[in-house]
């Protein structure tokens, strides 16, 4: 009898908890979730990284599951940068005609210019109608300095959800170790102290490269402006300047996200850069003793363009996704927006990794304590900023600087050592800072590339680069002498 009643004794203590959780029930912290089906799907394509990813979607995804049920799951398509975007819309056209879309939901990233004057102009974006209060929260202030921060078509097509700027990350430790004053305006990466010393990313392949050098052309272009010259002639010299920073040039890399790291290593000791590439290196790096690191990013006064980065729905013959509606509207949310600059870990803020960009959102630069005392791109942009009258070679601007800069990489540093190391340094690399041609060449020649078949692009690219090496060969002689 006492083996029974040990047994009986050891099965009350093993259900007793049971039953009474059976009966108070799961305290409320510990209660698990009820079932909510499985996460709806959608599919985006985008340039940006990691970290941009993932933070939006876990916000996404409990924004959506608390206000409609069910979780999210993003499939992210990275390609590259904006123009690995555009080749994957133009290499998905039998998809679209065959299967009345693209496969994707939305393309998210990559600058404005790749959204109005590529994906737009090609017929792959799908105009969508926002709610009246989405908008007006989100584009209160519709433009930055004249640049509009959404399509404004009707309806319009792509949308702004975040700005951007440009400007210049560099080594401090590789700096002093050169002797040079830390850097603070385009033209401080011309001085030949810097010659093997600065990396660039290639325009044809990236377009944030490309838009920072159309920051430096447009700058010029209002100093000729403002000193009675014309934009065409400022032009030129916004060119020549790139050519003598170019000069200086180790390499030209692939994609611009790379730069922050090759500088932050000390590779290199400066580069240009978009803003928040460079921000989300200089923060992983350690504090040193005296407060600084070893990396910094500044820039130029009056001389940075702030662009909007846009979200766009890919075109579809069918119902456009609700989903995807959400994730813009989401995007452009008082929460989305705030995800973007909160510091991790603060609420509202990312889980892990501070995303450094700024809001769309205007107001927020007003009212939000974390913004206070900072720059306001809204009133910044009033002295300088990107325009389209300014930017009509863009198209052309990545082709121009590969054939004359990239592809004679070696012609281009040798013509400059050797014009700086000649009795007429001066009157020759002034000559070299000045484009052989202004901005009414470059557009009748951006002309005669678009309208050009594949063969004869080869054919001009041949005669265009000949017409560089000659230029830079005759430099070379008069430098010598000859």
């Not at 908890?17 to 985008?46: E, Q």
């Not at 926002?130 to 921060?149: C, I, K, N, T, W």
């Not at 920072?212 to 052309?217: E, G, I, L, R």
Request: glycine letters at 8%; a neutral charge.
């Amino acid at each position: 009898m006492r083996r029974y009643t040990f047994v009986i004794l050891f099965f009350v203590v093993l259900v007793t908890p049971f039953i009474l959780r059976r009966a108070i029930g799961t305290p409320a912290a510990y209660r698990a979730p009820a079932p909510t089906g499985d996460p709806l799907k959608l599919v985006i394509v985008t340039p940006h990284v990691e970290s941009i990813r993932r933070e939006f979607e876990q916000a996404f995804s409990a924004w959506h599951q608390q206000k409609y049920g069910r979780p999210v799951e993003i499939d992210w398509r990275n390609y590259g940068g904006a123009s690995a975007i555009v080749k994957f819309f133009e290499a998905s056209r039998a998809t679209y005609d065959a299967l009345g879309g693209y496969g994707v939901d939305l393309v998210w990233g990559g600058g404005d210019a790749l959204f109005e004057d590529q994906l737009k102009k090609a017929g792959h974006l799908q105009p969508v109608t926002l709610a009246p209060e989405v908008m007006q929260r989100a584009f209160a202030v519709p433009d930055l300095g004249g640049l509009p921060l959404y399509d404004r078509g009707t309806p319009p097509q792509w949308f702004g959800t975040a700005l951007s700027s440009f400007g210049i990350a560099y080594n401090r430790d590789v700096i002093a170790h050169l002797g040079l004053p830390e850097p603070k305006t385009w033209c401080d990466l011309s001085d030949p102290r810097y010659r093997g010393w600065i990396v660039m990313a290639d325009p044809t392949l990236s377009s944030s490269a490309k838009a920072a050098y159309m920051t430096v052309v447009e700058r010029a272009m209002a100093d000729a402006a403002q000193q009675g010259r014309s934009e065409d002639d400022g032009w030129a010299d916004g060119m020549g300047l790139l050519r003598q920073i170019a000069a200086n040039a180790r390499l030209f890399t692939d994609a611009s996200s790379a730069l922050p790291g090759q500088i932050s290593s000390g590779d290199v000791a400066a580069g240009m850069t978009i803003d928040f590439h460079s921000l989300n290196q200089i923060d992983v790096l350690p504090t040193r003793a005296d407060g600084t690191k070893r990396m910094a990013y500044v820039e130029p006064v009056n001389a940075t363009a702030v662009n909007p980065d846009p979200i766009a729905v890919a075109r579809t013959k069918g119902k456009v996704s609700p989903v995807a509606l959400r994730f813009i509207e989401f995007v452009l949310s008082e929460p989305g927006q705030k995800l973007w600059y909160t510091p991790p870990g603060q609420p509202g803020g990312p889980r892990e990794s501070g995303l450094y960009r700024l809001p769309i959102q205007a107001s927020l630069y007003e009212t939000d304590p974390t913004l206070r005392g900072k720059a306001n791109p809204f009133k910044a942009a009033e002295g300088f900023n990107t325009s389209p009258e300014r930017k009509r070679t863009f198209r052309i601007l990545g082709e121009l600087i590969q054939l004359s800069m990239m592809d004679l990489l070696d012609d281009l540093r040798e013509t400059r050592r050797m014009i700086l190391e000649s009795p007429r340094a001066g009157e020759l690399d002034a000559r070299l800072g000045k484009f052989p041609f202004d901005q009414q060449e470059a557009l009748r020649r951006e002309k005669q590339w678009q309208a050009a078949a594949p063969i004869e692009r080869l054919a001009l690219q041949r005669k265009w680069t000949n017409e560089f090496r000659e230029e830079y060969r005759s430099l070379r002689e008069e430098a010598r002498g000859d």
